[in-house]
């Protein structure tokens, strides 16, 4: 071999390698997870384990197959964010507004219920209701076991969706809704509050004594499930979320932000006023100035219960609207 065909062949052997790396690099996690039939396999024996009857696991997942779909959204890069303005456009309007109104008087007693043993307004309820599901008219089309399975199975976030695909299996098992019916999102939330399954473990609620909790088409269980689960994350009965305030001009963008809590009397001395001249409550409550759009934009001071509904999604965006709307509602 000459010299020449020696140089030639390390380096083509190094440019072998270096084309290695780069596939090893960018390739999906998922294509080195093991084929579905066989993960699917391991996974019915770990659900036996965990105690789920053969008759679920039968039922729930013979002939379930991944869904491209579902992998393409939870790919999916982000779409460039609108503004807090846009979104409170869209989610905020008159039409969910007026339709808020009229569904809290429709369901005024059951409402006036929920409140008097979970110490949540009907206006919130009716808010998040609002916002998660459009008052349950848009729940999410996917079968939540089939889409869970997929997570499970394609691996970024691996060990939660197999967590949560446990619980699922567990729901049906204990006789809530069968695997056909159980629908939501394409990350397995579900039901007219869209709660993960973990959550309705955590937060669901048999209202009507039925032996179900049906968070899908029966509204006392959305309603009670929905306020017990920002009464056991720390809501306040009586206090409300928070109100649109003026800022002093020069306001340092340091003291921006849910987790800055100061006392209403600070907020007070160093200028903030109530954008409609009323005056704050008991100047001991601990408050947080929040701008989703910057200092630029509309701004709010906020107390405990808005830090509660970020426990449901911890967005500024979602946590505002969800306020302004109750507001708009109870008005």
Known sequence: MTKQSIRWSKRKLFLDCIAV???????????????????????????????????TIDEALTGI???????????KQPEKKISFAQYKKNVVNQHRIAEGRRLLAQNRAELNRVEKIYGVAPQYVVALWGIETNYGTNTGGFKVIDSLATLAWEGRRAAF????????????????????????????????NQFMPSSFFNFAVDANGDGHID?????SD????????LSKSGWTPGE???RHVKLPKSFPKELIGPKIVKPLSYWKKVGVRDANGAEFPNENMGASIVAPDGLGGETYIVYGN??????????????TSVGLLADAIAR
């Open 65 to 75: 197959q991944p869904l491209p779909k579902v992998i393409q959204l939870d790919k």
């Open 222 to 229: 959305v309603f009670a499930s929905t306020a017990n689960y």
């Open 215 to 219: 968070i899908w088409n029966t509204k």
């Open 161 to 192: 969706f197999k967590s949560e695909l446990i619980k699922a299996l567990k729901i049906i098992d204990h006789g809530h809704i069968s695997a056909a019916n159980m629908k939501g999102s394409w990350a397995g939330a579900m039901g007219q």
């Open 21 to 55: 790396l780069i596939m090893t690099f960018f390739i999906s996690p998922a294509a080195y997870a093991t084929d579905f039939p066989t993960w699917l396999q391991n996974f019915k024996l770990e659900a036996a384990r965990a105690g789920i009857s053969q008759k």
């Open 240 to 242: 409300r979320w928070g």
């Open 306 to 319: 808005y830090r509660t509904i970020m426990t449901w999604n911890r967005s500024t965006y979602f946590a």
